[in-house]
Nanobody, 130 residues
Framework: EVQVVESGGGSAQAGGSLELSCKGS????????VGWYRQLPGNECDLVSS???????WYEDSVKGRFTVSLDYAENTAYLRMNDLKPEDTAVYYC????????????????????????WGQGTQVTVSS
């Protein structure tokens, strides 16, 4: 059974840090593109960072230099380290594992947890106060 379980969300002050984790089972991240999305109320999921199976990373402009995506292959867990958090980072964050390795060609705004985009986590709330 495929599962993607997220953890690490919560509250932080502006300028603080949080690290989200995304543990996969039933598949391996070695053979997947990782996507980290966030959803503002009433919006679709917007891609903020990705890590392709070939190691190539991508960051949305507003998080460049502040967010870092990584993988622990031994633990089959993806991470999103978020530093220098801003109130506008407040959102529900989702990770996805695209085992079709098509993330680079997909829309960067998608319906959250859309099945054909990949395996999704349950989402975790991040709240940043000023």
């Amino acid at each position: 059974e495929v599962q993607v379980v997220e953890s690490g969300g919560g509250s932080a002050q502006a300028g603080g840090s949080l690290e989200l984790s995304c543990k996969g089972s039933g598949f391996t991240f070695d053979d997947a593109d990782v996507g980290w999305y966030r959803q503002l109320p009433g919006n679709e999921c917007d891609l903020v960072s990705s890590l392709a199976s070939d190691g190539k990373t991508w960051y949305e402009d507003s998080v460049k230099g502040r967010f870092t995506v990584s993988l622990d292959y031994a633990e089959n867990t993806a991470y999103l380290r978020m530093n220098d958090l801003k109130p506008e980072d407040t959102a529900v964050y989702y990770c996805s594992a695209d085992v079709e390795l098509q993330l680079a060609g997909r829309d960067r705004s998608v319906r959250c947890q859309k099945p054909d985009v990949g395996y999704w986590g349950q989402g975790t709330q991040v709240t940043v106060s000023s």
